[in-house]
């Protein structure tokens, strides 16, 4: 427990975090008030009619899905944006979080916040996450420029909105995306002095400051607009070692902005952002659930789940608790810099687009999760990402629209792993005479890069008022390389230099026909391409170099208003036929010759998969005071032929069975109710639900086809209750209100008493805003 020394200091550091935010507001305003010209006296304010809108329900929402300004529901593609009023008001603070708010999408946690598989309709990276470069099943865009490479779950403050796309989007999207596009878009600089400074605490002595602040340099020529967030935590989860510690962790991000506007019809764009993550040890408490590895390992291929409960038990009598003789550090962070030109002829607009990433991931301490010392861990991996863009396209109202673009970038990798030996290391080589502690025991040093480049363009041919015809190409050519070595108790295992080159030619088809204000159908084929690689390990079981991802998407959709607008709904149904789908496949063993512990890492192809379903939302304007909206989405993906899956050791035929990270169902709902609470506020409450269908959390499911490989479905309820006016915002809030335990995957490293899941917790907090 936190002693009260240690929370009074702790507020402490925050009130003093606090107060810079708030003279840093102290100093906006005097500026924004002498740009107010005085107001002439009125009578006294009589009460509000109506609430002021509750934060972003049943509005038109405009977004930029195809590279220019439209309703969504003119818009013919599968799409869920979500709004900064919205954003708000679901207290939404990394990816999981909006994800609640649309269909058939879904993730899993490897451990830390930034450390997210993303899943879209059931196509996701089916690969190690901590390879050098993963090539991407969706792209990631921060104000267009792709940030995949480096995070899956960026800075959430100051956004105007998140727009989710469903399904290939390479056709004007930079990047290539087989499953679909995360397009964030930020609030950018405006010629007013303005800002917002937010403070939380919740549960498990977690804090949290964010901050906005804009101003207007140069009227007219120049604005600077900076944002960022600051959070620490006890976490939840602690070891009982003598070593002490748990997941108590450190999170912050900060975002600078500038737009320069030197010409009326100029608009030049710049951005640096950065954060960092540093975690006590790994999100995950033990099992007791053993792999074939770990069983030979530790306990002599006993049979049964007979893992130590090393004085914790096991999931879910145990969500809090671990045993680590050794301290974990384990974190991330990531900085990049882009820049975006938008130059407008009037009849069409010029833009490009530039950025830099630099990411690094790190491992470090106990590996072996448990309270003897067998293994410890040093891992570091440092990615590099950067990329241009360009594009032409036409403006304003045409017979024609139209863009072109190209696309070029580079991304690179390097990894530096070890596993060492403990004191107790079971697996210590009889020529230590039993003294091995700090020799390595498995080893991975690996340098790799990819090389891309693309054309790609797109035409609408607006047939009638009513009828319009598109048709997009895509051309990507690839290159990797790698550079690779590998070790077992400091003996050279193989040594690898190898590349490919890749290249793929992606069409797209809609056809979309508005009969009417407000009501939309369309239909679209699309294809998409995920490149192939080269092998980083030597293996007798896999190819050198392993094919791209192919896959061919179906789509017949609506959207449309009734109730004289006051309910937006569109509906999807979709087919995706997936070639070559990429596969990990990543196990240990003994050597039966030498006695080592022996890695095979690597990709294969599996023959193919399929992924069919239908997704739905609507919105609902009940009245002035009560909003509803709701999602739902159905999908089954599924594998093809695929006879020979090599899962933890051996071969097993997984035809027909489903994908990793692909729940059948994923629903939602939220409701909102806001009446006039005096003449300034309004009240509200909030309540939101989700659930998630249960999924194949990991490969291994395959093999071990029970819990806690396969997750189990849940239901999540959070509420919310608050006062807000245009200026100041207070919230109470209980998230996961009925304590659900639950989790979103398994993961497993060479954990002594299992492998280990991320549990679900309750979370209790307020936030306290303010603009000015």
């Given amino acids: 427990m936190t002693t009260a020394r240690a929370v009074r200091n702790k507020a402490a550091r925050f009130a003093g975090q606090a107060a810079v935010a708030a003279l840093v507001a102290g100093l906006a305003a005097p500026a924004l008030a002498q740009d107010v010209p005085p107001e002439e006296p009125t009578a006294a304010a009589e009460p509000s009619a109506t609430p002021r809108a509750p934060s972003g329900f049943g509005d038109e929402i405009i977004v930029t899905a195809q590279r220019r300004t439209e309703s969504i529901q003119d818009v013919p593609i599968a799409i869920t944006a979500i709004g900064s009023e919205l954003l708000k008001a679901q207290n939404v603070q990394s990816v999981e979080d909006y994800f609640a708010l649309t269909p058939n999408v879904s993730f899993q946690s490897n451990g830390s916040r930034d450390r997210r598989d993303l899943s879209i309709r059931g196509i996701s990276n089916q690969l190690n996450p901590l390879s050098d470069v993963r090539q991407g099943s969706y792209a990631f ?27 290939p989007q390479g ?14 878009i930020t609030n950018k600089p405006v010629d007013e002095w303005e800002g917002e400074v937010e403070l939380g605490y919740s549960s498990y002595d977690t804090w949290r400051a964010q901050g906005v602040l804009n101003v207007p340099v140069a009227p007219g020529i120049l604005a600077i607009r900076a944002s960022g967030q600051y959070e620490e935590s006890d976490g939840y989860i602690k070891n009982i070692n003598p070593i002490g510690g748990g997941n108590d962790s450190r999170y912050y991000t900060g975002r600078v902005q500038a737009r320069f506007t030197p010409l009326e019809n100029l608009t030049w764009d710049f951005t640096y952002s950065a954060s960092d993550e540093r975690v006590g040890m790994r999100n995950g408490v033990p099992t007791g659930y053993l792999t074939a590895t770990w069983r030979a390992v530790y306990y002599g291929n006993q ?4 893992a130590d409960p090393d004085g914790v038990g096991f999931y879910p009598e145990n969500r ?3 045993n680590f003789n050794r301290p974990q550090r384990v974190g991330s962070k990531f900085d990049y810099f882009s820049t975006r030109a938008v130059w407008d002829f009037d009849v069409a607009a010029l833009t490009a687009v530039f950025g830099h990433l630099n990411a690094d991931v790190f491992n470090f301490g106990d590996v072996d999760g448990g309270s003897k010392d067998f293994f410890y861990e040093d891992l570091v991996l440092n990615r590099k990402s950067t990329s241009g863009e360009l594009r032409l396209q036409s403006q304003g109202e045409n017979v024609i629209d139209w863009s072109i673009g190209t696309s070029v970038g580079k991304d690179t990798g390097k990894t530096d792993q070890s596993t060492f030996h403990g004191a107790q290391s079971p697996l210590c080589p009889a020529s230590t005479g039993g003294r091995c502690e700090g020799l390595e025991v498995t080893g991975l040093d690996s340098d790799s890069s990819t090389n891309y480049f693309a054309l790609f363009a797109q035409g609408t041919y607006n047939i009638t008022d009513q009828l319009s015809a598109t048709l997009g190409l895509r051309y990507s050519y690839e290159r990797t390389e790698n550079l690779s070595q590998t070790r077992s108790n400091n003996v050279v295992t193989g040594i690898n230099d190898r590349a490919a080159d890749f290249e793929d030619i992606s069409p797209k088809f809609t ?10 159908f369309f239909a679209t084929a699309s294809k998409g391409f995920k490149s192939g690689g080269t092998q980083i390990t030597n293996n007798v079981n896999l190819p050198n170099s392993f094919e791209p991802e192919t896959l061919w998407n179906y789509e017949l959709g609506t959207k449309f208003d009734l109730l004289d607008g006051r309910m937006r709904v569109d509906i999807t149904g979709f087919y995706m036929d997936w070639k070559d789908v990429q596969q990990t496949v990543r196990f240990q063993f003994i050597d039966p010759v030498t006695g080592l512990l022996r890695s095979v890492s690597g990709i294969e192809n599996a023959a193919s998969a399929k992924s069919y379903g239908i997704e739905g939302s609507f919105d609902l304007r009940v009245t002035d005071e009560l909003r509803l909206s709701a999602n739902a989405g159905y999908n089954k993906s599924e594998f093809g032929s695929y006879p020979n899956a090599l899962i933890d050791g051996i071969v097993i035929d997984i035809s027909g069975r ?36 249960k999924m194949l ?19 999540n309820v959070n509420l919310r209750v608050g006062v807000e006016n245009d200026k100041i915002r207070a919230v109470v809030y209980v998230e996961n209100l009925f304590d659900a335990n639950y989790f979103a995957n398994t993961y497993e490293k060479a ?8 549990p679900s917790y309750r979370t209790i907090g307020v936030n306290l805003g303010y603009k000015f």
């Fill in 658 to 693: 489903t994908l990793v990270n692909a729940p059948r169902w994923t629903l939602g709902a939220q409701a909102q109710y806001t009446v006039p609470v005096t003449n300034d506020f309004d009240g509200f409450v909030r309540a939101e639900w989700n659930f998630r269908d």
């Fill in 303 to 306: 049979p049964g789940d007979i």
């Fill in 511 to 520: 056809v979309s026909y508005k009969p009417q204000p407000g009501l939309l």
């Fill in 751 to 758: 954990f002594y008493s299992g492998v280990q899941v991320e």
């Fill in 171 to 184: 056709t004007y999207f930079g990047r290539n995306s087989v499953g679909g596009a995360i397009n964030v």
């Fill in 697 to 715: 959390s990991t490969p291994l499911a395959y093999r071990y086809n029970e819990y806690p490989f396969i997750s189990p479905s849940y239901h």
């Fill in 141 to 167: 865009y921060i104000d267009e420029f792709n940030v995949a490479a480096g995070t899956s779950n960026p800075q959430i403050v100051d956004l105007e909105r998140i727009e989710v796309l469903r399904g």
């Fill in 320 to 322: 809090t608790r671990v």
